[in-house]
């Protein structure tokens, strides 16, 4: 990811941080006020409607206990047996059914709530009604109510918001419903009173319109008695209704309505005193938060005008923070193109003004410097001329040994013939075109040769063995690493004797290599480590040791003991390197 800072203008960072972060505060205080408002607004909204509720609860329970008083008092006041004993004059069961639907008609009149009062009698001959205000019907009509099974298992029901055909006219009504029992508890009937649904819906309705607002009366099995608002009986509430576990309290819900959308609503309740029943009321979340997002769409627009004015401000006091960056850009652009000095201002006096000097100071500095690098150049290029005078010296140097050989042939001097191309071999080898690492093979070549020289020098007196795993050949080794070992075996081993073998072995040890040589002379004493440097043997091995640890590290090394059998056993231990790539890593 790229860091912004080191990628875009400073004048653009400071800019757009400072409009971003104005933005964002501005978003915040929005946020938080809307949610910290609309949340009082939802607390003390819920406060009120549950205060209300309890207020219609009161109103509410008063009409319905006058109208379960009134469906008790009649129900004991009706003389139904009557109408069903034998023996009963047409004209006697005709005054007794009229009596009594004169009083239900008086009992409809007392209330301006009630609507009519229906009697339902089993084996009546036939009905009897006063106006539609109060009727005598026979039983099995019953069975044609869609609220008559709420009534079979219990004494006493209400019966929700319903419908009802009265003259050939639909009138919304809500009923209760009682069984009619003699003294003697024999069964005589069901009397249903009938109350205006719109009278119920006025209590519910309260002192003021509750505009969206839904308030819905439900009994104790959470079936609907009636309801004001945007909500109907088909309105889906059990799943939020299950979670009402106290006497009065709210809560949020989505409700689906009839597009299948879903919309969020605050829900307030409050349970009938001594009942189960359950007045709810539901307004629109919106409704409740309105004034909220009118508070924050202001606090918006206030933190927006201040976000204009504050990025302008912060346009010119980036202007000037980056006015003096820009002049010290141009200044540097113009000295690092065309080499020319640009003045800058001196009336600085704060950071860029220390900034400007030392630019100053370092274009002093630099031209100096340059001068000097000029200078540089010219004798690295005179240096260079000379190295590549000094290449010369080897090709000289072959080219002469190649001309001794063919005089050395020429005057049948055989020997010096085969020293002279041994010799030449071994410059080859150890020259090897400025390369610090070898293969093995090469390596095992430039040492024979040095072996192969002493030979002709002690005649049959040396004898050497070589024995070297064939896989290790193509490996890498600093060079010249063995040769010194051998020859220190030379001429201090079998100084002053006739004969001598050297064995020189090597192999493999997991990622490692290991050469041995063993010489059978007289041996190395134990403080040679510790004797002072000298042109011959002693240099040599420590050479070999430094390179060796410089390249392979300190666990790498040589380890030289004498033998009790007299002579010396030299150990070399190597990191075995098969790829030219390894070589890059250790500098070669």
Known sequence: MVNPFKKYR?????FSLSAGFVLILVLVISFTSYQYSSRELVSNTSRYQRALLEELNKQLNILFENIEQSSLTASRSLEIGGLTLPGTAEYERFQMKRKMVEYLAQLTYSSPSLHSIDVYIP???????????ASLRDHQELLNQSWYPAIQETDSAWIGQHIMSVQDKPVELISFARKIYSYAGQYQGILVIHIKAFAVQ???KGRTDPGNVTRVLLDSGNRWVAGVGGFTRDTPMDDYLSNINSSSGYMQVHVENSSEQSKK??????????????????TPWRQITAGSIRVAVVLLMIGVIGAIIIVFFAFFVARQFTKPVSLLLTAM??????????????????????????????????????????????????????ALQAMINPHFLYNTLDQVNW?????????????LELMGKMFRIGLSNGEKFITIQDEITHMTCYLRIQQIRWGEGLEYEIEIEEALLDGYVPKLILQPFVENAVVHGFHGRTSGKIVMKGKRDGDDIIFRIIDNGVGISQDWADKPKRKTGGYGIRNVAERIEIYYGASYGITIFPLSAGGTEVTIRMRLITDKAQLEERGA
């Open 333 to 386: 652009s113009h000295f690092a193109v065309k080499q020319e000095v640009v003045k800058l201002p001196i009336d600085y006096r704060n950071e860029f003004g220390s900034m400007f000097i030392g630019f100053r100071k370092l274009t002093e500095h630099v031209i100096v410097l340059y001068d000097s690098l000029k200078q540089e150049f010219r004798q690295k290029k005179e240096a260079e001329i000379a």
């Open 265 to 282: 609503y605050l829900m307030s309740w409050s349970h009938f005193y001594n009942t189960d029943w359950l007045l709810v009321e539901m």
């Open 123 to 133: 084996n009546l001959d036939e009905t009897y009604s006063l106006e539609g205000y």
């Open 202 to 204: 006025e209590i519910l």
């Open 10 to 14: 400073i004048d653009y960072l400071l």
């Open 407 to 419: 005089m050395a042939i020429e005057a049948g001097q055989d020997n010096i013939s085969d020293v």
